[in-house]
């Protein structure tokens, strides 16, 4: 017979799934309880703390698998070592361990060293990517769909432009030592270019949250249809992005329970993610359960003016659709809580979060630039680098000024400034606008 954990709290699918996870890793020997601070995890009648839920798996009681038993999930069934069935906790640690400082760049206080920081969020961009790509890759060959041709990891590991971030952070601190500490320039240059590394690690936030529902045992055969489809199109088009906002809609659906005879403007948009590919185009993309005109759930694109829809299920007739998201949405709101936003989100307010996107997207295109200006004035070179000619750095320069227009700045003010000032005044104002665009939300 089989281990069997029971609870009497009725927790949701990633709850379940992080106590799996937890199980499995201990039951591997792979767990250390100096890594017990990043786990908020329910745990069951059986055991009451970490510790004891460590000397129950040491103890040889739970053989090649063991069960879950919650109000709503009756004998949930894992397999407990070296199975490719659920991830590995290591990338949920991870996404844990980011949550800090997600919220430390939102609300524009971040404790850590920029140095420190820049490794943190390299090694675990790497870390969870990899954790991400190895499980993928290896379910791939489990069930003998490998291709050589597809792609299995959420993102590439770019070395070289991760180099020149890092090169960068340690190239201000030595600007900072030599000056007895960092200018406000200096600190807003670094934060920008952090930035780039921070969304992309969201968007490997949103995958952790992905990949722990589409391998629930309890999830029902159409939400896994329609997450197995999403996660292969992402998969396949996504690599690489900048995920500047993720939404989960708080209001319920409405319409009543005839999927075709809802609007889309009746809450069928359940999570929205906001991001950028690399070369700069905002993309938003919309999970979108089925209403009139669109008889299926579906992925919307919103991308260069064109609005494509790809569907994720087959035809829909009732009501059948209506929770395939309900466990996504709980995983984002509770393991990436940092980068999500719980609230009602309607279409108009697209508009105010893409403008934040320019925002971000030129900072981060312009900090490169604001770093050679500081590294020349630092050395005493009398001359601007020449990147500051270079057309697209002038285009950058440019859109921010817009930007800083429309939200009431002087343009000659900031046509005099240079290129290290203005963009500490567009970092300002992200802020500020940060707090404003969550008001409004």
């Not at 129950?56 to 397999?79: A, K, M, N, W």
Request: aromatic share 12%; with cysteine; net charge negative.
């Amino acid at each position: 017979m089989p281990f069997h954990f029971h609870f009497t709290e009725d927790i949701d699918a990633a709850q379940i799934q992080l106590f799996a996870k937890m199980v499995k890793c201990m039951l591997d020997d792979e767990f250390s309880m100096k890594n017990a601070q990043w786990v908020d995890c329910a745990m069951p009648q059986e055991v009451q703390n970490l510790q004891q839920l460590q000397d129950l798996c040491d103890s040889g009681q739970i053989g090649s698998y063991f069960q879950i038993t919650t109000p709503r999930y009756e004998g949930l069934e894992y397999v407990s070592k070296r199975s490719q069935q659920i991830p590995n906790l290591d990338a949920s640690l991870h996404l844990s361990a980011l949550q800090p400082q997600f919220y430390a760049f939102k609300v524009d206080n971040i404790q850590m060293p920029y140095v420190a920081l820049v490794d943190w969020l390299l090694a675990s961009f790497v870390f969870i990517n990899t954790e991400l790509t190895n499980y993928f890759f290896n379910r791939a060959y489990e069930d003998g769909s490998f291709n050589w041709n597809d792609k299995y990891g959420p993102c590439f590991f770019d070395r070289e432009r991760f180099s020149l971030v890092r090169d960068r952070i340690i190239g201000l601190e030595m600007q900072a030592l030599h000056h007895g500490g960092y200018t406000s320039t200096m600190a807003d240059t670094a934060k920008a270019i952090l930035m780039s590394l921070l969304y992309q690690c969201g968007f490997l936030a949103f995958w952790c949250c992905l990949a722990d529902i589409m391998t629930f045992p309890g999830c029902e055969e159409k939400e896994k249809e329609v997450l197995e489809k999403l996660s292969a199109y992402m998969l396949a088009n996504y690599a690489n992005v900048y995920v500047y906002n993720t939404v989960v809609e708080n209001n319920p659906l409405e319409g009543g329970e005839v999927a075709l005879q809802r609007g889309s403007a009746e809450n069928t948009t359940r999570v929205k993610l906001y991001l950028t590919r690399e070369d700069d185009s905002p993309v938003l993309l919309r999970l979108d359960l089925p209403h009139e005109g669109y008889p299926y759930v579906h992925l919307n694109i919103e991308e260069n003016g064109n609005n494509n829809h790809i569907p994720l299920s087959g035809e829909a007739h009732g009501d059948e659709y209506d929770h395939v998201f309900d466990n996504l949405e709980k995983a984002l709101l509770r393991y990436n809580f940092n980068v999500t936003e719980y609230v009602h989100s309607p279409v108009a307010q697209d508009k105010v979060i893409i403008k934040d996107m320019r925002y971000r997207t030129a900072l981060l295109n312009y900090a490169p630039c604001s770093f050679y200006c500081l590294a020349f004035s630092d050395m005493g070179v009398d001359h601007e680098p020449e990147c500051v000619t270079h057309p697209f750095i002038i285009h950058t320069r440019n859109t921010l000024i817009e930007l800083l227009e429309t939200d009431g700045y002087g343009k000659d003010e900031l046509l005099s400034l240079d290129p290290p000032n203005l963009l500490e005044m567009a970092y300002k104002e992200l802020i500020n606008r940060y707090d404003k665009t969550v008001t409004e939300l």
